[in-house]
């Protein structure tokens, strides 16, 4: 089972900023993946980013990277260059390897000002 | 290659009425999942399929019922709709549904008024 944290109910960054999203979990898996959900105001669910567990080296994906610490169960989003685009609901989503399910946490909120 | 696509995008049911979310997907995946999302909460797993004939509860089934008769098609029931059910209903596919191998391709979602 996993639970996950997501602090920051909104967040604001003025265009071509960067911006740092966080997310804590806590799972009983040894072996589990980690996601980041991009939801625009059209409501379509984006996969953003993902991050194997047992792989020390922090995802990237074009603009955005995450800063992954295991040790403290912390799996933080950074968008670099932040465009209008980027205004959407972020959510965190762990998911044990052989699991069928993904935990999503409460979002954060984005607002990229122009 | 239409992914997945989910009908209707809005419906309002009055309490107790009956309705079926529709959910297909033409990649050929054998995972097909409903998700939930409520305000200001992230999504919740109703139901999911690992293949035709196979269904399985996730962390919110009561008040929902599901079948998977074909691989492309995972309808989600309301037997009598409750206010406690108006909500955002999310499909969700993937090759296996393991997250070791997939990545979940989601609908448009649809979005529910119970009165």
């Known amino acids: 089972a996993q639970t996950v944290t997501q602090s920051q109910p909104e967040m604001s960054v003025q265009e071509a900023e960067t911006v740092t999203l966080s997310c804590t979990y806590d799972?009983?898996?040894?072996?589990?993946?980690l996601f980041w959900y991009k939801q625009p105001p059209s409501r379509q669910m984006i996969l953003v980013i993902r991050q194997e567990a047992y792989k020390q080296q922090n995802a990237t994906e074009n603009r955005f990277s995450v800063n992954f610490q295991k040790a403290a169960k912390s799996f933080s989003l950074k968008i670099s260059d932040s465009q209008l685009g980027d205004t959407a609901m972020y959510f965190c989503a762990p998911s044990g390897a052989g699991s069928y399910q993904l935990t999503f946490g409460k979002g954060t909120k984005l607002s990229v000002i122009p | 290659n239409a992914g997945v696509t989910q009908t209707p995008k809005f419906q309002v049911l009055k309490t107790g009425q009956s309705m079926t979310l529709q959910c297909a997907q033409d990649?050929?995946?054998?995972?097909m999942s409903w998700y939930r999302q409520d305000p200001g909460m992230g999504l919740r797993l109703i139901h999911y399929?690992?293949?035709?004939?196979?269904?399985d509860q996730g962390e919110v089934p009561n008040g929902y019922n599901v079948s998977r008769s074909t691989t492309e098609d995972f309808p989600l029931r309301l037997l009598s709709a409750a206010p406690s059910q108006t909500s955002v209903y999310f499909c969700?596919?993937?090759?296996?549904?393991?997250?070791?191998?997939?990545?979940?391709?989601f609908g448009p979602g649809t979005r529910l008024t119970v009165l």
């Open positions: 969700a596919s993937s090759k296996t549904g393991k997250s070791s191998t997939d990545t979940q391709y």
């Open positions: 990649m050929n995946h054998e995972y």
């Open positions: 399929s690992v293949g035709a004939g196979i269904t």
């Open positions: 799972t009983s898996e040894s072996n589990y993946y």
